[in-house]
């Protein structure tokens, strides 16, 4: 669907519609009250997935209180969380419990090579590796309704392509469901285990829906051929009556819609003024529940399957809600939620009471490794106020070609009409990510610092319709980077910012963005960070992991083929144009990276010193895309603002007089 970020280079980077000069009639005297150190703002806690014990007094969930993501169980109740695993080196994060019992799921992969194993954690704590081996990528699937058994799917057969298997819950002994030679995407198995519904991509904006029957081993595709259209199978319902899919087929927006199984028809369940982004059932087939990204922001409807009305829920916070778990029971909810000032906390909602519980207090924890339960669950630490922090603002602006361009924007406190701020044009991953409101401690540590930070949805984005997803398809390097180029004359239009002082930040597709507005743009932009960007497609195209084979073709449509549009592949590549960069620029790496691999970054930092432009290097040896650990999180994020502090905040009266 549109509003899938595309999973090569995916990079989710967080970020409501206020006229450009609103927020400058606010004092700025006495915010901020102080400037905050990077460790204070990673400090703070991620936290993320939810799975409800059998009995329902304890959620799992992945936490990162100790510098690394780990495995960690929460009362109901609420109260002190127990660490289950204790990793100092890779990511662990939780999948789920078992069941009947306390033995729970878990994955990691290693140094963030993204070849994540599926393991469980025993009853007396040990660990077991349920895919071993030394190259393949393993994906949880799901549970049988029983309980009985799960599946999993891994690559290990053919490193293209993912077979799910089904391992029996007590002994893990496994049987192979469904082998594919295709490359399709499993979005969905049936409650009783008959039916696969898959995807497979045409294009990053165009799918087709495929439905394998186990009885009769046979493959019968869903959707018309050659509809241009995306669709994603999502869930059956518990009869195994139903298979419930998203798709966008004559229309700008995704909704839901089912099929009949027996009866072989097709009809609408659900619609929205906006992309639908996912719906499931809970255990028992009670409640349907829809996520719908309305303007950079989730919003979320449970139904009552018995009625097919929608559930009234009491206020929950304010914010982005997502990640919602039903428990087995149906009687409670968990969820997280999370607001521009504030990171995403695990709230549980008993159905009938007045209001969720929280079970976290994420902001400004000042971690102590040998205490894990005050690192989550003492009160919040006063040393950041948050009231320092900012609210974001959805603003829209024509582009060049008068075609809307949406963004979030942060205003520091102290940018005034009399004090000009320093800006960012902050650029998204992808190609087909979204900049969405939600905290970002990198954002609001830049804010604090006196950034004003655009993050920009250019043309190709998600959530703002099918055409708008498709605008970039084969632009690459020319209208979505002029979208940036516009945005960067809406940030100078403000009374509130430098118009010589804006620079441009962003990480995987958005490192990209950066480093093609360096190099093909190289007047705009009076400065440059870029983490872990593309600078040579033809060899990203060249080296994808085997394990995206699915996307492969979807790919080329969408950004070229590395044989058939090399020579345009190579003319939007800024290697090939580093001999016309002209602003600093600095460049953050994982030496791991499996999707923008080191020579990216390598070649393009050798080709700019070669220029005499100053240009930074930042690689992490333990990091693959997207820095996991607050060590490395912690060092890159202070560099950036010393970058930006020395080559786009002070700038050198030279420059600012040319």
């Given at each position: 669907m549109t509003t899938r970020p595309h999973p090569i280079l995916a990079l989710v980077l967080l970020a409501g519609?206020?006229?450009?000069?609103?927020?400058?009639?606010?004092?700025?005297?006495?915010?901020?009250?102080?400037?905050?150190?990077?460790?204070?703002?990673?400090?703070?806690?991620?936290?993320?997935?939810?799975?409800?014990?059998?009995?329902?007094?304890?959620?799992?969930?992945?936490?990162?209180?100790?510098?690394?993501?780990?495995?960690y169980s929460v009362p109901v109740a609420g109260g002190a969380p127990t660490a289950l695993t204790a990793s100092t080196t890779d990511s662990t994060y939780a999948v789920s419990y078992f069941r009947g019992d306390d033995r729970v799921l878990f994955t990691r992969d290693q140094g963030g090579n993204e070849l994540n194993h599926l393991y469980v954690r025993e009853r007396d704590g040990t660990e077991k590796d349920l895919t071993p081996g030394t190259k393949l990528k393993a994906v949880f699937r799901g549970w049988t309704p029983a309980g009985d058994a799960f599946y999993v799917a891994t690559n290990e057969r053919d490193p293209r392509y993912f077979d799910p298997?089904?391992?029996?819950?007590?002994?893990?002994?496994?049987?192979?469901?469904?082998?594919d030679e295709t490359g399709y995407d499993l979005g969905a198995i049936s409650p009783d285990?008959?039916?696969?519904?898959?995807?497979?991509?045409?294009?990053?904006?165009?799918?087709?829906?495929?439905?394998?029957?186990?009885?009769?081993?046979?493959?019968?595709?869903?959707?018309?051929?050659?509809?241009?259209?995306d669709y994603s199978p999502e869930a059956f319902d518990v009869d195994s009556r139903h298979l419930y899919y998203l798709t966008n087929e004559k229309g700008e927006f995704a909704r839901v819609r089912r099929y009949d199984l027996a009866a072989g028809?097709?009809?609408?369940?659900?619609?929205?003024?906006?992309?639908v982004m996912y719906t499931s059932f809970s255990r028992q087939g009670r409640y349907r529940l829809t996520g719908i990204n309305a303007d950079a922001r989730t919003?979320?409807?449970?139904?009552?399957?018995?009625?097919?009305?929608?559930?009234?829920?009491?206020?929950?916070?304010?914010?982005?809600?997502?990640?919602?778990?039903?428990?087995?029971?149906?009687?409670?909810?968990?969820?997280?939620?999370?607001?521009?000032?504030?990171?995403?906390?695990?709230?549980?909602?008993?159905?009938?009471?007045?209001?969720?519980?929280?079970?976290?207090?994420?902001?400004?924890k000042e971690i102590d490794p040998e205490d894990l339960v005050d690192a989550i669950t003492d009160t919040l630490n006063k040393e950041i106020d948050p009231e320092d922090l900012v609210d974001a603002s959805v603003v829209r602006f024509k582009s060049f070609d008068q075609m809307t361009i949406p963004n979030i924007l942060f205003k520091p406190h102290q940018a005034t009409a009399e004090t000009k701020a320093p800006a960012l044009v902050w650029v998204h991953g992808g190609p087909g990510g979204q900049t969405r409101k939600g905290y970002s401690a990198l954002i609001q540590y830049l804010v604090n610092h006196g950034y004003v930070v655009l993050g920009i949805n250019n043309r190709g984005s998600s959530g703002y319709g099918r055409t708008f997803n498709k605008a970039d398809d084969l632009k690459h390097g020319h209208e979505p980077l002029w979208d940036c180029v516009e945005g960067k004359k809406y940030l100078a239009s403000l009374p509130w910012v430098d118009k010589d002082r804006i620079g441009i930040i962003g990480g995987s597709y958005g490192g990209y963005m950066v480093l093609a507005a360096l190099t093909l743009k190289p007047e705009e932009f009076a400065a440059g960070v870029d983490m872990f960007g593309i600078s040579n497609w033809v060899r990203t195209l060249e080296s994808i992991p085997s394990w995206w084979e699915s996307q492969r073709l979807a790919l080329y449509t969408e950004i070229g083929d590395p044989v058939k549009d090399k020579e345009m592949l190579l003319a939007v590549s800024p290697l090939f144009h580093a001999d016309q960069v002209k602003r600093p620029l600095m460049v953050l790496q994982g030496a791991n990276d499996p999707r923008v691999i080191k020579p990216e970054s390598d070649d393009i930092v050798a080709a700019v010193k070669r220029k005499g432009v100053p240009v930074e290097y930042v690689v992490f040896p333990d990091e693959g895309h997207g820095f996991s650990k607050r060590k490395n999180q912690i060092e890159g994020d202070r560099k950036i603002l010393e970058f930006l502090d020395t080559y786009l905040k002070a700038v050198p009266a030279a420059r600012k007089a040319s």
């Open positions: 519609v206020a006229p450009p000069g609103s927020a400058a009639a606010a004092p700025a005297a006495t915010r901020p009250s102080r400037q905050y150190t990077i460790e204070q703002f990673l400090n703070t806690t991620s936290v993320g997935g939810a799975s409800f014990s059998p009995d329902e007094t304890r959620i799992l969930f992945s936490s990162n209180a100790t510098g690394v993501f780990n495995v298997y089904r391992y029996d819950a007590k002994a893990y002994e496994r049987t192979l469901v469904f082998k285990g008959r039916w696969l519904a898959f995807s497979k991509p045409r294009t990053t904006s165009e799918s087709d829906l495929f439905l394998w029957d186990g009885q009769k081993s046979e493959m019968k595709r869903l959707s018309a051929e050659g509809a241009e259209a028809s097709h009809e609408d369940v659900e619609n929205a003024d906006w992309d919003l979320i409807k449970l139904y009552d399957t018995r009625t097919g009305q929608p559930l009234s829920l009491p206020a929950l916070p304010a914010g982005d809600i997502t990640s919602v778990v039903i428990s087995p029971s149906e009687k409670r909810m968990a969820f997280y939620a999370s607001g521009d000032r504030s990171p995403s906390n695990l709230y549980v909602y008993t159905f009938g009471e007045a209001e969720p519980r929280r079970l976290t207090d994420t902001l400004n």
